[in-house]
């Protein structure tokens, strides 16, 4: 199977011409612009205090450190997606050693999964050109155009640069160590110190535009993750377009090595990613956030219930799953009036996926007809599956659904019809659904 996906996206290449020396030139200068230092912090609350967000420029390129090819304890570790360290990028050596993901040992391979497993385009609309190594600036890395076939020739590609970070030679895995597109120029991001954060909340400024004219293009969207998938994230944001130029702060959470990735996309009318910019940045070092229930946004009486649900079903504790349900008016999988707890105890796999949605971000729907406002995990119950979003396909794809299994969803109109459950505002219980309706 993975010899004959090799083999498709080999047939998916289109000749174009293009201009990749100018791509490369740009990653690079936003490379060059990483971040603010922290010995600049205190100089930024004072900028702070008197201009706006959108007036934080670098007054000039800072240097960075050569990369170099093969891990180093003296060099962080390049590779942005799918592996960030050096660790689990081992792992992945070890199966490929093992016959396994043969596409991690091309560049072109590892670009068109970048394209059909983080920014969501279908396999089909791939195609890809393989690029002459990039320079002597970055010894080994190749860039790879990847284009999306539904776009037509009104869209550019977009320039995945790769490089070998471990094994080199036919056998070596592939890591994605940069991505630009001439869509979006994106000037500078700025790590908020903790001063500046006092007076200003938020870890990263992230400031640029876009290429005029654009129709296409309503919106920005923005992720920082530290992994192979947008998903656990450490801080999103969607910011509508208004005009050109913009200029936005995204919360971003700790990571225990300080490091991790910004995804930029713009989205057309149907949420495919036109255009996509990936770059490191760094964040506040810490403990990961524990796992538990999203709780964002919903009443005290609603996080109660949840953080009780999130903690029995994680144990597999059925008495106090059942001190929280009344059998007389919960649903579960539409049978109004019914006790789950003898199906679960024969199939305690549910529970998994009921921590799973827990632990996605919820939503909210009046119900009507004197129930008042129900809170609902995952958020998806709400959401506009013709215009899919990036981060919504890979909380699709956590949750065990296949790119088939989502279009099917779409097809069907009918919105999402995964896993979902549903508590009200006094923090009642209501249902547990894992079928369609």
């Not at 706006?52 to 450190?65: H, K, N």
């Not at 996309?265 to 796992?291: C, F, H, K, N, Q």
């Not at 579960?332 to 549910?350: K, V």
């Not at 899919?388 to 279009?407: K, T």
């Amino acid at each position: 199977m993975d010899t004959q996906l090799r083999n498709l996206l080999h047939d998916l290449a289109t000749e174009m011409p293009l201009d990749v020396e100018a791509a490369s030139r740009t990653l690079r200068k936003v490379r060059a612009r990483r971040i603010l230092t922290a010995g600049a912090g205190v100089a930024i609350v004072v900028a702070l205090a008197v201009v706006s967000v959108s007036a934080l420029r670098f007054g000039g390129e800072p240097t960075t450190t050569p990369a170099v090819t093969g891990p180093s304890t003296s060099v962080a570790f390049e590779g942005l997606w799918p592996e960030t360290d050096a660790e689990a990028l081992a792992v992945t050596q070890a199966a490929v050693d093992d016959g396994h993901q043969p596409l991690r040992t091309t560049p072109d391979g590892t670009a068109s999964l970048f394209a059909t497993n983080l920014i969501g385009w279908e396999l089909a609309d791939v195609s890809w050109q393989a690029t002459d190594p990039i320079g002597p600036d970055l010894p080994g890395a190749r860039a790879v155009l990847i284009s999306n076939r539904s776009f037509g020739n009104t869209v550019p590609p977009i320039t995945v640069e790769l490089r070998q970070l471990g094994q080199t030679g036919p056998d070596g895995v592939w890591s994605v160590i940069g991505v630009s597109t001439p869509l979006i120029e994106l000037d500078d991001v700025v790590v908020l110190s903790p001063e500046v954060e006092a007076i200003m909340p938020g870890g990263l400024v992230v400031s640029g535009r876009v290429a005029d004219p654009l129709d296409a293009a309503a919106a920005i969207e923005a992720y920082v993750f530290d992994g192979p998938s947008l998903v656990p994230s450490l801080g999103s944001l969607r910011r509508e377009l208004t005009d050109l130029r913009f200029d936005f702060r995204v919360s971003v959470e700790a990571t225990r090595d300080g490091e991790a990735a910004l995804l930029l996309t713009i989205p057309d009318a149907t949420g495919t990613s036109l255009g996509a910019v990936m770059v490191p940045v760094e964040t506040p070092v810490g403990d990961a956030r524990p796992p538990g229930p999203n709780l964002t946004g919903v009443p005290p009486n609603v996080a109660a219930t949840a953080q009780r649900i999130y903690d029995a079903a994680k144990t597999k504790d059925f008495e106090a799953l059942a001190e929280l349900i009344e059998p007389n008016t919960f649903v579960y999988n539409l049978d109004d009036g019914s006790d789950p707890i003898p199906a679960w105890r024969a199939d305690p796999s549910e529970l998994d996926l009921m921590v799973a949605i827990l632990e996605m971000p919820p939503t909210s729907r009046d119900i009507g007809e004197g129930y008042g406002t129900f809170s609902f995990w995952p958020y998806l119950v709400n959401s506009d599956l013709s215009a899919l979003l990036p981060q919504e396909r890979a909380d699709l794809s956590a949750l065990g659904y296949s790119d088939q299994e989502i279009q099917l969803m779409i097809d069907g109109g009918a919105g999402y019809q995964g896993p979902r459950l549903a508590i009200d505002e006094d923090g009642r219980w209501r249902n547990f659904i894992t079928v369609g309706e």
